[in-house]
């Protein structure tokens, strides 16, 4: 198993431009997430699903969307990014929301950078 | 005032020294509380859950005090592969869906 991948691992961006930051798992994982992590502060929500055609929001959603068409992808959009979107992101799976929500596996991140 | 802090550190240690640190928690709804390790550069992995009662797991004592709203990891004999930072994390559930809270982390150094 791969278990959760995330590409690109890096990513310079110009203020305004759009991307789209890939995200898969292999686990048959109902529930994933993507976070950002930034320096002094704890992980933030950005958007969830809890199933194929499901997602909702977070604790910081503005200025990124989210999509899941099958179990496997989770594919977060930058839709016109912001200097304030410098940071890390981390792709994170569970295996169900009900069961054991703490128990998240997380993808590699990607380091992105808006200049 | 953040809902979970942790001291940032780091945490400067000796190999084979024991080191214990805290988190702080202040909703009181909390549940459910963990330590997550994160290696340099890496993604985070769950390292232990902690217990009402308090658990180990080999070197790795955690300990929960919900009367002061405090969680504790104590790494005995540690080697050098522990130098990473630690994450507290707690779960708590202020409506019908599942909240996880994360704690800026606690960077432990372990000097040879």
């Known amino acids: 198993n791969a278990g959760v991948t995330q590409t690109p691992k890096f990513q310079v961006l110009k203020t305004g431009q759009s991307m789209t930051l890939q995200c898969a798992q292999d686990?048959?994982?109902?529930?994933m997430s993507w976070y950002r992590q930034d320096p002094g502060m704890g992980l933030r929500l950005i958007h969830y699903?809890?199933?194929?055609?499901?997602?909702d929001q977070g604790e910081v959603p503005n200025g990124y969307n989210v999509s899941r068409s099958t179990t496997e992808d989770f594919p977060l959009r930058l839709l016109s990014a912001a200097p304030s979107q410098t940071s890390v992101y981390f792709c994170?799976?569970?295996?169900?929301?009900?069961?054991?929500?703490?128990?998240?596996?997380f993808g590699p991140g990607t380091r992105l950078t808006v200049t | 005032r953040k809902e979970v802090e942790q001291d940032p550190g780091p945490f400067n240690v000796p190999e084979g020294a024991t080191v214990a640190f805290n988190c702080t928690y202040s909703?009181?709804?909390?549940?459910?509380f963990f330590w997550y390790r994160q290696d340099c550069r890496k993604e985070p992995k769950l390292l232990m859950s902690?217990?009402?009662?308090?658990n180990e797991d080999g070197r790795f004592t955690a300990q929960l005090n919900r009367a002061s709203q405090y969680i504790s990891l104590l790494i005995r004999d540690s080697k050098l592969s522990d130098s990473a930072t630690y994450l507290c994390?707690?779960?708590?559930?202020?409506?019908?869906?599942?909240?996880?809270?994360w704690g800026a982390g606690t960077k432990l150094i372990i000097k040879p």
């Open positions: 902690v217990y009402s009662s308090g």
């Open positions: 686990m048959n994982h109902e529930y």
């Open positions: 994390v707690v779960l708590a559930r202020p409506d019908s869906n599942y909240q996880l809270i």
């Open positions: 699903s809890v199933g194929a055609g499901i997602t």
């Open positions: 909703n009181s709804a909390s549940q459910s």
């Open positions: 994170a799976s569970s295996y169900s929301y009900r069961v054991k929500p703490y128990e998240q596996y």
